[in-house]
């Protein structure tokens, strides 16, 4: 494969420009994005984001499932599309740049790639994928999933928000469901630029982050029943109190967790406590615990543990409880080749790289399945995402999609 000259780069300012654009859409009350997916904040980004794909000459697909594929066609039409993308919805406290850096930064490939004059082999598509979010309707990576066979395409349309409405029906009514069926295309490779998420690369001073797995998942949900009575008349050794329970499944699920470092991970992020009065001892609690490893092994290991320390819990408590595994996904490990191409970008860039696991979730995870997949992590100042205050230097989001620009087309193979 023919590789872009070493001092090719895309234009940081324009591409700096789009995010900014981008972020008016759905604005949040403290400097970040609310753009959940199928709202009207969700249409008007989409809007967008095709008005940008139809003046760089791109054609737009839309399949049922509401994801957008803008293509530029390639020399030869036989050769399969490199598909470059992410997601454009957000967290109800999102930031700027959590998937819209990836959707926009593929754009800017096919900008750079026209500035240029350079034609590629294979046609290179960017995306939109639909719900990778899942904050509105639950699971996350929806859409991809559909598009991978993970997901029946009925039992996502079935998925409710808190209002009771239906993705279906609010894909509809915001105009963006397509006629294309979902996961009818084939993909030479897939490639998605993200940032990290997580503190490692600025924290070592590193630019590029190579990604070359992506951590399993397991979503537990506990539901702990006690015994709802007077917090001052109920003597200490006759409570049933859930709430307790709850407080030593935390304790148990972060000793877990720090059993399997340095990559595992684990907490308890959602948490229901009935009849939360302050004088009533809590007769029933429901939570759910989030468990992660690169490692199948280990996090079976972990989800065994902890089903077993939540009897043991439980039982010295003398309070019931049932587990129910409400999300899950194998660990990934994407193509070796796409890896090596995120690689050697950075190499040939010049930029300080590492190799990375992905602690979150990404549509890449789901797409490796059906696809060669890698990924490009930039840095995030503090690590933090998945809140408004959520941010990126210009030099990082340049960095990141230099090095998708030289992935993708070295892949795409430059003619001529």
């Known amino acids: 494969m023919a590789a872009p000259g070493e001092n090719l780069r895309i234009n940081p300012d324009r591409l700096w420009d789009s995010l900014m654009e981008m972020a008016k859409i759905g604005p949040g009350v403290a400097g970040g994005n609310n753009r959940q997916t199928l709202t009207d904040e969700d249409s008007e980004g989409r809007h967008l984001f095709k008005g940008w794909c139809e003046k760089a000459g791109l054609t737009m697909g839309l399949d049922r499932m509401g994801t957008m594929f803008a293509r530029r066609e390639g020399t030869d039409p036989e050769a399969l599309p490199v598909y470059v993308g992410s997601h454009l919805d957000t967290q109800p406290t999102g930031g700027k740049y959590d998937g819209v850096l ?27 994928w639909t719900n990778e979010e899942g904050a509105r309707f639950a699971p996350a990576m929806l859409a991809s999933g559909v598009f ?170 003398d309070i019931g409880f049932e587990v129910e595994q409400v999300g899950h996904f194998d660990p990934v490990t994407f193509d070796e080749n796409c ?4 690689r050697e970008a950075a190499e040939r860039l010049g930029y300080t790289h590492r190799n990375i696991v992905s602690g979150a979730g990404h549509d890449a995870c789901w797409v490796n399945r059906v696809a060669p997949a890698a990924m490009v992590m930039c840095p995030c100042v503090d690590g933090l995402s998945h809140n408004e205050a959520e941010e990126i230097s210009k030099e990082w989001a340049a960095a990141g999609t230099d090095v998708l620009f030289h992935a993708v087309v070295e892949t795409a193979e430059i003619v001529g």
């Open 148 to 317: 991978a066979g993970v997901h029946e395409q009925d039992w996502a349309y079935d998925r409710k928000d808190k209002d009771g409405k239906r993705f279906g029906e609010e894909l509809a009514r915001i105009g963006w469901k397509g006629d294309e069926e979902v996961g009818a295309r084939k993909m030479h490779a897939y490639f998605e630029l993200h940032i990290e998420q997580g503190p490692i690369l600025e924290d070592e001073d590193i630019e590029i982050g190579v990604v070359t797995h992506g951590q399993g998942l397991k979503w537990l949900q506990v539901t702990l029943t006690g015994k709802e009575s007077h917090t001052g008349s109920t003597p200490m050794p006759k409570r049933r109190n859930a709430g307790l329970g709850m407080a030593r499944v935390t304790e148990l699920v972060h000793e877990v967790a720090m059993d399997y470092q340095p990559d595992a991970v684990g907490a308890i992020g959602h948490m229901e406590v009935y009849p939360n009065s302050r004088n009533i001892i809590a007769g029933r609690t429901v939570f759910t615990i989030d468990i992660r490893s690169p490692n199948k092994e280990v996090l079976d290991e972990m989800d065994e543990r902890i089903r077993s320390g939540i009897a043991l819990i439980c039982e010295a408590l």
């Open 339 to 342: 890896v090596r191409a995120v």
């Open 102 to 128: 990836g959707v926009l930064g593929g754009l800017e490939v096919i900008r750079t790639l026209d500035d240029l004059g350079i034609r590629t082999k294979h046609p290179i598509v960017v995306v939109n």
